[in-house]
């Protein structure tokens, strides 16, 4: 297949392009690289069945060659109140790469008779009132709250998403992410995993915002792409939750990370949080294993210790 991934020098976007790279298919990855990275793909510049595009898709996509499959990944992500690609940060930017980017994207799997795939989120569900989360669940979201430049812009796509398959028959696929780490996630993106491991490898004491009670529930990143290949090769267009079930307080994510990398600054605790940051969230992945026959492998403290590597490395070449 040629598929076209938007963000695709995004963390989960250029994994996904090693992934269907090395499944034999073609890929053109969009990036506008204002959360991205080019050395996300740097490995890819050889390979001649990936071609990069630099473009925001929020301009109109003008992409003339056939496509089997398009791939939306293209947005800001993180929720943190400081860092420059955070989505508080670029909040117009995060609403038009969900709306406008994904309507163009639709625009483009319509045109060629593609399959689209919508990258959505669990933030879809805000701060939830049902515990797990599963896909039947409506969501409990603040519209407008610091939060909803990513969730509202998430919803609209979904709704687009689903109009588009009911309207004008294009063949969609939806998959709700969980909280996702591995290589790759920038330094300074100031979500938990990467600013834990980051002053841990410091030596510094890890920032815990509130009293750390909060819970989260962290897949590894080969785990998420497995899935989310399946979910593409499957026929399903309603939603599909993917993450790792296996929940967690943050101060215990904290205090793994502390182990494994043997730092002794413990933790501190801060007044980070944003309004409205969720204080449980546990995806219900039944629809997942069902219908796709997939269920996360890596536990945390082996994708941790994945995880931790690649940062140690990634300092060491810096130095
Ligand atoms: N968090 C924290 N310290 C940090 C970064 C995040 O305690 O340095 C908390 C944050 O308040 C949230 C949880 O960790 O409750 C997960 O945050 P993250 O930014 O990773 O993503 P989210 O799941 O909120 O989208």
Not at 34 to 47: R, V
Not at 97 to 104: H, S, V, Y
């Amino acid at each position: 297949m040629r598929i076209l991934i938007t963000g695709g020098a995004g963390f989960i976007g250029s994994h996904l392009c090693d992934r269907l790279l090395s499944d034999d298919h073609s890929v053109v990855a969009i990036d506008n690289l204002i959360t991205g990275s080019s050395n996300n793909i740097s490995h890819l510049s050889e390979n001649k069945n990936f071609s990069f595009i630099y473009h925001n898709v929020a301009d109109y996509i003008n992409f003339s060659d056939p496509v089997d499959a398009v791939m939306h990944f293209a947005s800001p992500a993180s929720p943190s109140q400081t860092a420059p690609t955070g989505y508080l940060q670029l909040p117009i930017q995060t609403l038009k790469a969900g709306a406008l980017g994904t309507l163009n994207a639709l625009g483009v799997a319509k045109k060629h008779a593609a399959v689209f795939l919508l990258a959505s989120t669990s933030e879809v569900y805000g701060d939830p009132l049902e515990h797990p989360q599963s896909e039947t669940y409506w969501g409990n979201v603040d519209p407008i709250g610091p939060r909803s430049v990513y969730d509202e812009a998430k919803r609209f796509a979904e709704a687009l998403t689903m109009a588009y398959q009911r309207t004008h028959g294009v063949d969609t696929r939806i998959v709700r992410i969980f909280n996702t780490y591995g290589p790759r996630m920038a330094m300074d993106d100031g979500r938990a995993v990467p600013n834990f491991i980051h002053q841990a490898l410091r030596e510094t004491s890890l920032t815990i915002y509130g009293d750390g009670k909060q819970t989260r529930s962290f897949c590894y990143v080969d785990d998420l792409v497995n899935g989310i290949v399946a979910l593409l090769e499957s026929r399903e267009h309603h939603p599909v939750n993917l993450g790792n079930p296996h929940e967690i307080t943050i101060m215990e994510l904290a205090d793994a990370i502390n182990k494994i990398t043997n730092n002794t600054a413990g933790t501190v605790f801060t007044d980070g949080r944003t309004r409205s940051d969720p204080q449980q969230r546990q995806p219900d992945i039944s629809r997942a294993e069902e219908l796709l026959r997939w269920q996360p492998c890596i536990s945390l403290q082996v994708g941790l210790q994945k995880t931790i590597k690649f940062y140690k490395d990634k300092l060491a070449a810096h130095k």
